[in-house]
Each structure stands twice: as C-alpha cells, then as structure tokens.
C-alpha cells in the first residue's frame, strides 16, 4: 500500500475521478467517472451506466493501459488545486451476474503502478507545494 | 465551428479540465489544468507552472496526441454530471519571450478532432440524456 492517510481520506472525500485510455488506434480519450477506492489493496473500480459496452471499458479490454485522476479546486485566492493521479493497468471485469437497472455490473478495476500527488493536506501557500511521485510497490498483476 | 452556443457558454463557466497525453513508452497520463478557450478558432490552449519541462508538454511535442474534458457535477440529487469531451490533436508551443514569474509562457493548444458532450444546457431528468458525439469539421492542422 503505498497511499497515505491524507490521500485516502481525501480520495474517499471526492465524488468524481477522470479515466483516460487509448483507442487500439491510438486515440486518446477522458471522462468523468464515478468511482470506489479500497484502501487496503490499493484499487479503483469505476462502474457506470452500459458500462461493458463502453469505448473506455472496450479500450481496457484492449490493452490494459489507464491514468486516473481525482483533483478539485479548493480555493480560487490562493489558487489551490489539489490532485492525486494513477498510472497504472486496468482490467476490463465483466458481471457475472446481470444486477439490473441501467448500470451492468461491468467493471473497470485501476491498479496502480504510480502516484503523483500534489497538494493533499498541505496548507502552505501553493507556490511552496511540490509533487509528491511515486512507483507502487507489490501491485498486483491483472488476472489472465 | 462545431460547438454549440450551450457548451462556449458552458466551457467558459468552468475553471479546470484535465488533459490525458501519452508518453513516448505508451504510459497514459492524466491532469488538472486551467485553460483558455477561443471559440473563434475552437481551441483550447493549456498553460501552467514550469510548462514547457513538464511531461504532458514533452508527451505532447512528442506525438501530439491528445484528449481534454471539462466536466463538473451540477446536482447530486438527482445525479447530473454535465461533460465536454474534446479528441483531437495538440501543439507544444514555446513562449517567443520569457513572460516572466513562475508561468513560462509555454502553451500545449488543443486541436479538436471529435466532440463528445453530455447534459449541457438540458435539464431532463438525467436518465434520459444522449452523448452527443461529433466530428468537428475544418480543423486547422498544426504549425509545422
């Protein structure tokens, strides 16, 4: 685990994250998902409405590559964004099970290879902060 | 010009997006930045604290690819999340002159190719939004 109680409680404190993945002919794409984080294997499962048919969820499928990023801006004077990024792998995880409703069951589940992380319960003025980037440790391989 | 009147007036409204690049290895990244919009040209142009050392400006004068998404989340109940989506092609471009302070004048300007937008100016219960998804007709192609 290589999250630190700031970031877990200010991730668990959002209600948006932004997923980019790649098109297999090298589009990009991003947009606003919802998100859960579990805390204690380090993943982010985003759900979504059709999700299992989605470009993002098809582009998982793909190739495995992902960025993930949950940020807001908690002052506009001083200018303060605060922001936790993942680089990382995905796996494209289909329900076993049809739960009903719109949303179908399908996952995108994020493991985490890097974090970068700027601004997270640090107070000082915003042009002393520095990005804090790390590799993860021990991340799980996707299952096969 | 492909954006509607509803999303110019929306995109200038919103203060951050978050641009996805891909380095040189094929790693995805993802972040929040501010941004300026002409509607005149349909760009969008990123600028930002020590911008022209920074790796989305290297990804992007690397391969110039490119996506951007404004979103926001204007209601929690009923859940409304409100999106413009931009694929395209970007430019790193250096500042002629040191502007001075911490911004060094360098711009990544956002080309859009494709526009995806949700919920914007559509006050629907939220079940029952479509993505509109376009391709953007005329676009520039960058500066050698």
């Not at 299992?52 to 908690?74: E, P, W, Y």
Request: aromatic share 6%; charged share 25%; with cysteine.
């Amino acid at each position: 685990m290589s999250f630190t109680a700031a970031e877990i409680i200010y991730l668990a404190s959002q209600r948006l994250g932004r997923i980019a993945t790649v098109h297999p002919d090298g589009t990009l794409q991003v947009s606003p998902v919802c998100y859960t984080f579990d805390p204690g294997t380090g993943c982010f499962d985003v759900a979504g409405i059709s999700m299992a048919t989605s470009r993002k969820f098809h582009n998982v499928a793909d190739n495995g590559r992902v960025a993930f990023v949950v940020d807001d801006l908690a002052s506009v004077d001083p200018w303060r964004v605060r922001c936790v990024e993942i680089r990382g792998h995905a796996e494209a995880i289909k329900a076993s099970a049809e739960p009903g409703g719109r949303y179908d069951g399908a996952i995108i589940r994020i493991h985490p290879e890097r974090i970068i992380s700027f601004g997270i319960d640090d107070d000082r003025d915003p042009h002393e902060l520095t990005v804090h980037s790390r590799s993860v440790v021990g991340t799980a391989e996707p299952s096969p």
